[in-house]
Structure formats: C-alpha cells, structure tokens
C-alpha cells in the first residue's frame, strides 16, 4: 500500500474479499472486527510513518465441520518502514477526537497484539478469536480512567 489515507478503504475492501473467499460472512460481527481492527493499523502505519505499507491477513484453515468460515486465531499483519514502536495513545475525555484510539481499539477486540522490528522497519501484528462470541468490547471498561 501506498503511504496515502485512501490506502486504508482498499484495505479494508481487500479483506473484506478475502474473508468471503475463505467463506466468512462479511456482515458477521466477527468480519467487522477484523475490517476494524485492520482499517485501524494500515491507518497507524500510512498516516504515522508516510511510507508504504504490507498489510497481510494470516486465515486459519476450516476445521472441516458444517460450520463454514475459519477457525482458530486470524491473524493480521501490517510492516511500515518505522521503527519508531506503537505505542496506544489514551485519547482522554474528548468525545469528539477523530484519533487516538486505534491502539486502545486493537486492544479491546484482539486476543492479543504486538510488535517486532522488521528489517528497516517493523511488523505490527494481532491475533482475532474467530470462534469468540461477539461480546461488548466496552462492557466492564473504567469509564473514569478513559475519560481522564
């Protein structure tokens, strides 16, 4: 991807593609997260670093079952030239921010995520439950420590 913001529409519209390849419902609420989750990081890494970005989506193989779609962990990967580490930026009580949550976003919804230098550069990765239960991401938040 190039380093431009409309890069991040593509993206999303590439995974959306790649979901139902793999038979997964693009409305299902799991499909929404990893759209979420990776419109968040190809964002982080065209508009915070200004360089090209690789966006790769890591599908585990269907178990054979009746149920269709994947299962196991997805993963998602996104390598940007900085090496400069993520770090999630509290946005605090501005309701109206337009940024800052990315990070905080990729926390909630992923199983768990990380980062690892990459040649010049680094690999941003996360790993989404596909047999999770869509739960509220919010339910249980300290809703006083995110307004500080």
Known sequence: MQADPSEVGRARRWVRSRLLNHGVDPDAPMAETVVLVVSELVTNAVVHTGCPAVLRLCLPVADGSAQAGPCGLLRVEVADASRTAPAP??????????????????????????????????RVWCEIDTQARPVDPMAGADWAALAQ
């Open 89 to 122: 930026r509290h946005a605090g009580a501005d309701e109206d921010a337009t940024n800052g949550r990315g990070l905080e976003l990729v926390e909630l919804l992923c199983e768990r995520w990380g980062w690892y230098p990459d040649g010049s550069g680094k």
